[in-house]
């Protein structure tokens, strides 16, 4: 059984920033790839960064220059830092891991961007 707990979220103005963390139950280093996504209210839910086990990275359009994903396989995390933001970000904010054929979700933790 795989547990990711997120933290890191909060109410923030715009511009400033955050960093969230998800913490793995486990090594990191078994998924195939780890990643962050975003659910507004009363929107379906949105990707954000990934992270490979190689280390390679990806972002969505609306992110990229913003935001940064990595990871630490000694810690078994990985860290979405979020720069410049803007009322838009605002959302639930989800980790991701997956291990195929296996996805495995986080509880959420909420990114509020306002002033």
């Known amino acids: 059984q795989v547990e990711l707990v997120e933290s890191g979220g909060g109410l923030v103005q715009p511009g400033g920033s955050l960093r969230l963390s998800c913490a793995a139950s486990?090594?990191?280093?078994?998924?195939?790839?780890m990643g962050w996504y975003l659910q507004a209210p009363g929107k379906e839910r949105e990707w954000v960064a990934t992270i490979a086990r190689s280390g390679s990275t990806n972002y969505g359009e609306s992110v990229k220059g913003r935001f940064t994903i990595s990871g630490d396989n000694a810690k078994n995390t990985v860290w979405l830092q979020m720069n410049s933001l803007k009322p838009d970000d605002t959302a639930v904010y989800y980790c991701?891991?997956?291990?195929?054929?296996?996805?495995?979700w986080g509880q959420g933790t909420q990114v509020t961007v306002s002033s």
């Open positions: 991701n891991a997956v291990t195929l054929p296996s996805t495995f």
């Open positions: 486990g090594s990191i280093f078994r998924f195939n790839n």
